[in-house]
């Protein structure tokens, strides 16, 4: 074999290998068991509080650190708990003093996985539970004071993507959803005219590590 042939041979060999699909890696967890996950979101409120405190006024928008636990009944279903924890600051509770805002959120999640064993899985949820404020505040007399709200998470949807980067990690963005209100104030229960229903829009990345 001349030299011209041999050489014709071999790229089209090397072309043809370059060219053919590789085989993937198995990337989908391992079936039934727990995973833990941890989430940042940045959380916009829309509604009232209670009667005509808007939610933008009192606790303002929030950075939310989450952590969750879930059990995956197979590889594409789970339910698990979460709790999370916002951090705000309410701009028009205070006159000079940097005032600020918690918001404690904690309940239940159920999730379905649309392709586990992909790279790229979407995903999406729902879930439920309880949320409470805590509103530090200014008067005119410069006097230092808080204030809870108590209510519920009356109900919540997410949806995401994982990027899964082996079968144990997967990390990639999301976006939530939620309803709640707020009943009562300390001892102090909220009239059912001054009750009301807002919301909480909260983009966000998640990072979950299946055991």
Known sequence: MTARPFLSSLMVSLFLLWAAPVEAQPLEPKGAGFA???????????????????????IGETVSPQVELAYFFNSRLSLGVYFQLGFGRSPDACFEALCGSNVRRYGIDLDYHFQPGAFVSPWIGVGLGFENATVQFEDEAAALGS????GFDLGHAHVGVDLRINRTMAVGPYLSASLGQY?????????????????WIQPGVRMQLHF
């Open 183 to 199: 009943r009562r104030s300390g001892s102090h229960d909220f009239s059912s005219d001054g009750r009301r229903v807002h919301a």
């Open 147 to 150: 204030l809870p709200y108590e």
């Open 36 to 58: 833990l996950g941890f989430r940042a979101a940045y959380g916009i409120p829309l509604g009232n509080a209670v009667g005509n405190v808007k939610m933008t006024d009192v």
